[in-house]
């Protein structure tokens, strides 16, 4: 009928409210949404229908006693209880059915209660504002709102909604409980893997660690056995002043020799021998350079030495402190001390190298230490090369300069010794001849008697008278005998003479034989007491002569 009021209720896809129509005249009227409030128990009110003839009583969800008992909870997963957030067991809202959503106030899932089809009868304010009673009883008797299929469908459609809203909030939760548990096993395998990598890390620390550990361990061992090499080596090179030194003494001394021994009576040896002292000289010259340059070279492969094993004291510090860091987060587990958020630091990246450039590095440095070891170990072989080529070509030119002093004093001593004797026999002629030149002398001495007893004749005779003085035979023989006498005295006196120039001669010659035995004594002296008794042992250590 045109007048009478048709109601009819359709949700709006806008609002939550309903449109009132009658005849061609839709009025919206807002239709508060759904909803709980915050901190509300399972007894809480809700904001129903409007209040019908100006009543004040308020309109309740209906009673679910019976059904409590049926939700019981499922949320049985023993979680920790930073994550647990079970329905039940919330600290802050115990034994409740709901919880806390979003209400999106756009649409409405249910009614508080059925809307009358005639735009007259519905409500054109807020459920919870009092509103003009304009349903009296008997208007209501009059004009029924709904029929009984109305009311069996509006039950089955709570029925459904209930159905729904509860096998979706089912789902929620075992989905939430199965999430809880696969994000914990998730969680946990993840953080067992972390441990396990972090283990596998630390071995690997370790093994490099050990080795670079072992690496330096070598290479003090071969700084060690270099710096003794070396000491050894520069020993040796002080030492060679002492074999130049004895052998230029040997020199200065042989310059000392007097007259005779001056001169090289034997060239061709006294030329080796002279040759061998100069060659010697030469030789240790030689021998110093050689050390000198290989102490050189021992220092500068001192310093790669160094260098390579501060490398690895650096390397082996640095692997030790990561491998305390990364066994403090190996033992770090979800109750520990210390533990803290550091928000942001995930997408800060402190790393400088991978795996790949880590294991070279370490690599690196022990190839780097190794080839600076076998270099060492060269440069040490090439020292005691040195050292025997050195020593032995010393040794050798020693004693050959040894064995020709020794045969030059052996010589000198056979001169000696021939001098000596020519000098004892030069000695002994002399004695003879001075006897001699006493028998001459007394020989003529001896004359003397017979020729003034000649002479005492002849002038005695002379005294005879007259015919007395006759040349007889006695006056022949007197005077023979004068001049026989005479003749005797003068060739005894020539042998004199010559006795005594022969005399001097041997004296002369005593004079010539004990100074050059005095030459040779004092070469002797010089060859064999100071240059050999400066020579009796090699000036250098055992230890270098032996290797």
């Known amino acids: 009928?045109?007048?009478?009021?048709?109601?009819?209720?359709?949700?709006?896809?806008?609002?939550?409210?309903?449109?009132?129509?009658?005849?061609?005249?839709?009025?919206?009227?807002?239709?508060?949404?759904?909803?709980?409030?915050?901190?509300?128990?399972?007894?809480?009110?809700?904001?129903?229908?409007?209040?019908?003839?100006?009543?004040?009583?308020?309109?309740?969800?209906?009673?679910?006693?019976?059904?409590?008992?049926?939700?019981?909870?499922?949320?049985?997963?023993?979680?920790?209880?930073?994550?647990?957030?079970?329905?039940?067991?919330?600290?802050?809202?115990?034994?409740?059915y709901y919880q806390t959503a979003r209400v999106n106030p756009s649409s409405a899932l249910v009614r508080s209660m059925p809307e009358p089809f005639s735009a007259r009868n519905q409500l054109s304010e807020l459920d919870n504002v009092k509103v003009p009673s304009v349903f009296a009883a008997a208007r209501n008797a009059m004009y029924t709102r709904f029929s009984p299929n109305d009311w069996a469908n509006s039950n089955q459609s709570n029925y459904l909604v209930s159905d729904k809203t509860r096998s979706a909030a089912e789902r929620l939760r075992f989905d939430t409980v199965r999430l809880c548990r696969e994000t914990d096993d998730k969680t946990k395998r993840t953080q067992s893997d972390v441990g396990k990598r972090l283990g596998e890390r630390i071995g690997d620390i370790s093994f490099w660690k050990t080795e670079v550990n072992h690496e330096t361990d070598n290479m003090m061992t071969e700084i060690g056995a270099l710096n003794e090499a070396k000491r050894i080596l520069e020993k040796a090179l002080q030492e060679t002043e002492n074999p130049l030194h004895i052998s230029q003494e040997c020199l200065y001394h042989r310059e000392k020799r007097q007259g005779i021994d001056l001169v090289h009576d034997n060239p061709e040896k006294e030329l080796i021998r002279v040759r061998h002292l100069f060659i010697y000289i030469d030789i240790i010259k030689r021998c110093q350079?050689?050390?000198?340059?290989?102490?050189?070279?021992?220092?500068?492969?001192?310093?790669?030495?160094?260098?390579?094993?501060?490398?690895?004291?650096?390397?082996?510090?640095?692997?030790?402190?990561?491998?305390?860091?990364?066994?403090?987060?190996?033992?770090?587990?979800n109750n520990s001390r210390g533990l803290s958020f550091h928000n942001g630091i995930a997408r800060v990246d402190h790393t400088v190298s991978v795996p790949e450039s880590w294991a070279k590095f370490s690599n690196d440095n022990i190839q780097r230490s190794q080839s600076e070891r076998a270099a060492s170990r060269q440069m040490r072989n090439?020292?005691?090369?040195?050292?025997?080529?050195?020593?032995?070509?010393?040794?050798?030119?020693?004693?050959?300069?040894?064995?020709?002093?020794?045969?030059?004093?052996?010589?000198?001593?056979?001169?000696?010794?021939?001098?000596?004797?020519?000098?004892?026999?030069?000695?002994?002629?002399i004695f003879d001849m001075e006897k001699n030149i006493e028998l001459i002398k007394k020989a003529i001495q001896d004359k003397e008697q017979p020729m003034?007893?000649?002479?005492?004749?002849?002038?005695?005779?002379?005294?005879?008278?007259?015919?007395?003085?006759?040349?007889?035979?006695?006056?022949?023989?007197?005077?023979?005998?004068?001049?026989?006498?005479?003749?005797?005295?003068?060739?005894?006196?020539?042998?004199?003479?010559?006795?005594?120039?022969?005399?001097?001669?041997?004296?002369?010659?005593?004079?010539?034989?004990?100074?050059?035995?005095?030459?040779?004594?004092?070469?002797?002296?010089?060859?064999?007491?100071?240059?050999?008794?400066?020579?009796?042992?090699?000036?250098?250590?055992?230890?270098?002569?032996?290797?």
């Open 1 to 96: 009928m045109p007048g009478d009021l048709l109601t009819a209720s359709f949700p709006c896809d806008a609002c939550r409210c309903a449109k009132i129509y009658s005849g061609n005249e839709a009025v919206p009227i807002f239709r508060p949404p759904k909803m709980e409030y915050l901190g509300h128990t399972q007894t809480a009110t809700y904001m129903t229908g409007p209040r019908l003839g100006g009543s004040n009583t308020q309109t309740f969800l209906p009673s679910i006693s019976t059904m409590q008992a049926s939700y019981k909870a499922n949320d049985t997963y023993p979680a920790p209880s930073p994550l647990r957030r079970s329905l039940t067991t919330l600290p802050w809202r115990p034994s409740t």
């Open 289 to 333: 350079d050689k050390m000198r340059n290989t102490v050189e070279r021992a220092n500068v492969q001192l310093g790669l030495n160094r260098a390579a094993q501060h490398e690895l004291e650096k390397d082996e510090g640095d692997k030790f402190n990561a491998l305390n860091l990364d066994n403090s987060c190996h033992q770090m587990r």
């Open 382 to 429: 090439e020292i005691e090369s040195v050292l025997n080529s050195c020593a032995n070509e010393m040794w050798q030119e020693w004693n050959n300069v040894n064995v020709n002093l020794t045969k030059r004093c052996q010589e000198s001593t056979d001169a000696r010794n021939r001098l000596q004797t020519h000098l004892s026999k030069v000695l002994q002629e």
């Open 452 to 547: 003034q007893v000649a002479h005492s004749r002849l002038e005695t005779r002379t005294h005879r008278p007259n015919v007395e003085l006759c040349r007889d035979p006695v006056q022949h023989r007197l005077v023979s005998e004068v001049q026989e006498i005479t003749e005797t005295v003068e060739s005894l006196q020539m042998k004199l003479r010559m006795a005594e120039n022969a005399l001097q001669e041997l004296l002369r010659t005593k004079a010539a034989l004990e100074q050059d035995l005095a030459i040779k004594n004092n070469s002797i002296f010089i060859d064999r007491e100071k240059c050999l008794g400066m020579r009796k042992t090699f000036p250098m250590s055992p230890r270098i002569v032996s290797v």
